[in-house]
């Protein structure tokens, strides 16, 4: 059980940051109750100054485990995407270093806000140069989906972890996510687990709070997620059948969930956020490793969780796809400030026509440009999965390939004025007409809401060592209409 650290943001919200000092007491005491992990990230408030003068406590042996462990401390780097040089990530894990007032980060996991920018390939890569030197012990991932994953690892790229969202509410995980995550050595640590306080006593058999009521942002997000599932009606269920069990074993409600989510077979650790100095839960929180959930346990959990909705997509998706479940509602206007990843140019002599390139050596040398937009039409050349200016990304895995190519796509189409929504016809070419199941789902979870026409052929040969290339044609419909 790892002890999270965002919460320190939610109190530093009125501009007064926490006391370190005082803070990093109230850390001391989380790890001399046995809760020695402790889960951060560059933006949640002060929580990494705080962590550095904690780490200092422990270097003067002024801390104490249970196990005589050393107290470890993960973070995240959450950068803007953009070029990713390694004059840039050194600097961003520097920050991290230096407010951590520590030589080695214990784990660094990367969160990447937009597939469709690949430059999150270059972050990983420069981040294993810094952990093959010593500053990282090891590195993972946050709210990466299945699919992103997927081209990670076919890029050569290891990760020893994936932090997502994983509770009685939120069940995605268990899914695709710990089917991949089992078969390539990766672990889940699993945050939401308490759905930000929701499943607990507190909250059993109460009528609806009002909006007034809901006063941190945990709450708020968690809000969101019991509306997706099929509203207050659907968790006094899963509470019901929690308190059942929680009756059965002496524990509480919260035991029960923290202990369901511990039980999913790709996870490593729940992380419980904590409100350092302000109110904490420590020993009914030990009291979730006193008991294990028997088969009559799961099947009742199991009958209340048939009542709820499942959460849509993949996940992550709730920080890049509507409807947005995230602290800070809807996050539209966050993700389309972001830079265009292609520069639009002019056609020469052809005032409607716009177009964009990729940077290929070849776009110059053959002609041809990237994607091309004339009128409200946007035509996408034949795709591959070439990540700079001649990098095979995923060598030999179609699946992943194809992953990269509709990231790809998203991008020029966006540079253009379009999205993958726009779409009304793809055409796929396979080198192995026996992939195409695992790539018609990819073209499906990317694609499946558009229904655009499609064409998918084996051909003989691919130009380099590709498994496939897409090519994509897109209208845009005036605003306003349909």
């Known amino acids: 059980m790892v002890t999270g650290l965002w919460q320190v943001a939610d109190m530093e919200r009125s501009g007064q940051p926490l006391d370190p000092d005082r803070a990093a007491g109230a850390m001391a005491a989380y790890a001399e109750a046995g809760f020695d992990s402790f889960d951060m990230a560059d933006h949640y408030g002060s929580a990494e100054v705080i962590t550095g003068h904690f780490l200092d406590r422990v270097r003067r042996g002024e801390v104490r485990t249970p196990s005589g462990a050393r ?16 004059d840039i990530v050194r600097a961003g894990i520097g920050r991290s270093l230096e407010r951590m007032r520590t030589d080695r980060i214990d784990l660094l996991q990367l969160h990447w806000w937009m597939f469709e920018h690949p430059a999150y390939l270059d972050a990983m890569g420069e981040l294993a140069s810094l952990q093959q030197e010593g500053q990282i012990g090891h590195l993972g991932v946050t709210n990466f989906d299945t699919d992103h994953l997927r081209v990670l690892t076919g890029h050569g790229l290891r990760i020893v972890s994936n932090q997502v969202s994983f509770s009685l509410l939120d069940r995605r995980a268990g899914e695709d996510m710990t089917a991949f995550c ?59 059948a929690a308190q059942t069990v929680a009756r059965k074993h002496d524990v509480s409600i919260a035991n029960v969930a923290t202990r369901w989510v511990l039980e999913q077979p790709a996870v490593a650790a729940v992380i419980v956020g904590a409100r350092l100095g302000e109110r904490e839960h420590r020993a009914d929180n030990l009291r979730a490793f006193s008991f294990a959930l028997d088969t009559e346990d799961r099947s009742l959990i199991n009958a209340a969780l048939a009542r709820s909705r499942r959460l849509p997509g993949d996940c992550g998706d709730e920080y890049r796809k509507p409807p947005y479940l995230t602290a800070s509602g809807d996050l539209s206007h966050h993700l389309t400030r972001f830079p265009s990843v292609y520069a639009v140019q002019p056609v020469p002599d052809r005032p409607s026509r716009a177009r964009v390139d990729s940077g290929s050596v ?23 999965a070439t990540h700079g200016t001649g990098e095979v990304v995923c060598p030999g895995d179609a699946v992943g390939q194809t992953v990269y190519i509709l990231d790809k796509i998203a991008a020029s189409l966006s540079a253009l004025g379009a999205s993958l929504d726009d779409i009304v016809r793809t055409r796929i070419y396979l080198r192995d007409a026996d992939q195409w199941e695992g790539v018609s789902r990819v073209h499906g979870r990317y694609l499946g809401h558009v229904r ?9 040969r691919l130009v380099g060592d590709y498994e496939v290339e897409i090519e994509a044609e897109a209208v845009v419909a005036p605003e306003g209409r349909p």
């Open 362 to 384: 070849w776009e110059p040398v053959a002609g041809f440009s990237r994607a091309v937009r004339v009128g409200d039409r946007v035509l996408v050349s034949g795709t591959t």
């Open 71 to 86: 107290p470890t401390a993960f973070t995240k780097w959450c950068p803007e995407p953009g070029p990713m040089t390694g």
């Open 182 to 240: 089992r078969d390539n050595g990766i672990t889940l640590l699993a945050y939401g687990t308490l759905g930000g306080g929701f499943l607990s006593e507190r909250w059993l058999g109460r009528p609806e709070p009002p909006a007034p009521e809901i006063g941190d942002w945990s709450k708020m997000k968690y809000r969101r997620f019991i509306e997706a599932i099929g509203g207050w009606d659907a968790l006094q269920a899963i509470l019901g």
């Open 452 to 460: 655009p026409a499609n064409t998918l052929l084996e051909v003989s």
